[in-house]
């Protein structure tokens, strides 16, 4: 059976959750214009888990109209009553760049008592891309939940602001070996000779995965 407006409309419209989330999913075989259309009732389901597909399909339908875009990833971000459709929502701001929420993110950030939200912003500030988040960045180096920390390390190498080489020196030396190893990812992205001292440590690593990356890093400067 072919996939057609009409038919994915028919299931987004099912009182069946189950239908709903299925026509999300076929909207992928739909023309982009199409597709971006039908979502958009779709994004305030009363259902969390039909919103949370909506949601996560903007990051690239959402191009269609950016600003429409804006208005409704903004609405999910602040008024969403489900952790995990905030966190969609974030995350579709930073692949679409939309620089103008910016500020919502960083509201939320120090409102939401949610890690995953916190997660969520912070691992989407790199591709966002607005040297605003620097310091929202530099801040969550300090949080208490490691995930969050170790999103910083990748969103400060992703984001290219050289100051970050001084951030994120001191985490070299920590414990946790996946930090040393986003440390040493991120000193990659981040380039020039002021990261090379601590590449050459990193790259005698004990942990092979860490010494392979601070290698392949050192190649690339």
């Keep these: 059976m072919s996939v057609t407006r009409e038919s994915v409309q028919q299931l987004l419209s099912s009182e069946d959750f189950g239908q709903r989330i299925s026509g999300i999913n076929q909207l992928r075989q739909l023309e982009p214009s199409v597709a971006y259309e039908l979502i958009q009732p779709v994004v305030t389901d009363n259902n969390t888990r ?18 429409k875009t804006l208005t409704l990833l903004r609405d999910r971000l602040l008024n969403d009553a489900e952790p995990d459709v905030q966190a969609a929502a974030a ?12 500020e919502d993110l960083q509201r939320v950030y120090h409102q939401s008592s949610e890690w995953l939200v916190q997660f969520s912003i912070i691992a989407t500030l790199g591709e966002l891309g607005d040297p605003r988040g620097f310091e929202l960045l530099q801040e969550a180096l300090s949080s208490d939940t490691s995930l969050i920390q170790m999103a910083a390390i990748s969103s400060l190498g992703e984001l290219g602001d050289v100051r970050a080489v ?31 001292p601590t590449l050459e440590t990193l790259a005698n690593d004990s942990v092979e995965q860490v010494a392979r990356e601070a290698k392949t890093s050192l190649e690339s400067l």
Excluded: E, I
């Design 50 to 67: 039909v919103r949370y597909a909506a949601v996560s399909q903007l990051d690239t339908l959402g191009n269609q109209d950016l600003q």
């Design 91 to 102: 995350d579709a701001m930073g692949a679409l760049k939309l620089t103008q929420a910016y």
């Design 166 to 196: 001084s951030l994120l020196t001191p985490y070299a030396t920590n414990p946790d070996w996946q930090v040393r190893y986003r440390v040493a990812q991120a000193l990659g992205r981040l380039g020039g000779a002021q990261t090379r």
